[in-house]
């Protein structure tokens, strides 16, 4: 990204961290919650109007979640001392929907008045710019300064707020995808008495709507979520990793974080004193939660 200067992004830190740390809401959620009903309902990713039962109503009909009688045994015969398990979202617990992009920059060419390669093209350059700030600063703009990015980038100026709104409009309509062998993952995990939670770096989608987006997916098994656009540190800053420590209440060596970031996830766990597990891709989570719990 040419011409600016990290500096410049600085200047709104102090955001209240209670706003960073967003609990999950629901009838059924507790602080201290192990398990879930039986017959619990979850939204289906693709389709929120369509409801499936959870992982514990899928082995009562004859499919065993083979992981969690694994990972039942291994904690009988103390082999783990992991007792919280933080999640990235991208790549790791879900995967960007392939319509997705194709709206986003239909509607900033439209916004904008500019041909689609270039808003696509500003679009990737503003995000790896955001990124690579944050491997190197650790802090992390708002989604209100992303967008101001994109517009300086543009050479345009519009309300940012309305962009976030036609921007978290897109979201709706073309939702992440997640597989079922992650939910059924989650909630074996939940079952077996793990705490969970969501530690994940945001950009152009917010973490107030991921987060709305995770809990009517997977249903209440997130303790609490952290977003570096809501926080205003972003992985691999060790701030972001201690507001984890701070918020699970347990040693830092008992908490695993799982990513798909070398640098972002495993290294900057690893430098918190927490423990960390790397997925290559989505389809290979639940192996990489086993092989590091």
Known sequence: MPK?????????????????????????????????????????????????????????????????????????????????????????????????????????????????????????????????????????PSLSENIRLLMMRCNVQKDPGLIAKAFEHVFENCKPVVLDTTVRLIHSLADDGFTLSIGSNSSFISGTTMHNFLESTFGCVFRFGIYSDLLGYAKPNEAFFNKIIKSCGVAADNILHVGDDATCDLQGARSAGMRGALVGRSEDIQEAVYDAV
Request: charged letters at 25%.
């Open 4 to 140: 600016m200067k990290k500096r410049a992004l600085k200047g709104s830190r102090r955001r209240s961290a209670f706003v960073a740390m967003l609990p999950i809401q629901g009838t059924a959620c507790t602080a201290d919650r192990i398990g879930l009903p039986a017959q619990l309902e979850v939204a289906h990713p693709d389709d929120p109007s369509r409801t499936r039962p959870h992982a514990a109503a899928e082995t009562a009909a004859g499919r065993p979640i083979t992981v969690t009688h694994r990972l039942r045994d291994r904690r009988s015969r103390g082999a783990t001392l992991i007792s919280h398990i933080s999640f990235d979202v991208w790549n790791t617990l879900v995967t960007a929907n392939p319509s997705h992009a194709t709206r986003r920059t239909k509607f900033l060419a439209t916004c904008f008045d500019k041909e689609e390669a270039a808003v696509r093209n500003a679009y990737a350059e503003v995000k790896k710019w955001v990124n690579q700030h944050a491997i190197e600063t650790g802090y992390a």
